[in-house]
Each structure stands twice: as structure tokens, then as C-alpha cells.
């Protein structure tokens, strides 16, 4: 976990799932960068079931508010 004065970087979890996935398949949540494919819901769980969507290649950290404790991005 990367914690600054505004916000934290953290790992995925299992209750970040659904709001995760709402995020990833709204277009204007997409960066320039971020991949033009879709991932169903339950592959989301299956790699989080696999490796916590974190791997030697690649991973995925949320941002986090630290006034309200909620992910941002």
C-alpha cells in the first residue's frame, strides 16, 4: 500500500469487485492507455480468485480518498 497526503494506492479486494467492474465498462472511465476490450464480471472474480488480479507482468492498485475512504479511481 502507497499512502500519501490525499490519497492511497491499495490492492483490489473481493468487496471492490462490483464497483470495479461498473467502472471498467463505463467508456468515459477509460484512459488513452487502458485496453479497448471487455472482461465479463465473473472473469473479473476468476482472476481475483487466481491471483488477486496482481501478477510478475501486471496488477491493478485502486485509488483511494483518504478523507472518505472511498476509491476514486
Not at 467508456?27 to 488477486?52: P, V
Amino acid at each position: 500500500m502507497l499512502k500519501g497526503t490525499t490519497v492511497t494506492l491499495r490492492p483490489v479486494t473481493e468487496e471492490d469487485l462490483s464497483q470495479l467492474y461498473a467502472y471498467q465498462i463505463d467508456l468515459e472511465n477509460r484512459g488513452d492507455f487502458y485496453a479497448r476490450t471487455f472482461q465479463t464480471l465473473s472473469e473479473m472474480r476468476r482472476e481475483f480468485e487466481q491471483h488477486g488480479l496482481w501478477n510478475p507482468d501486471s496488477g491493478m492498485l485502486l485509488i483511494v480518498d483518504n478523507e472518505s475512504q472511498k476509491p476514486i479511481g
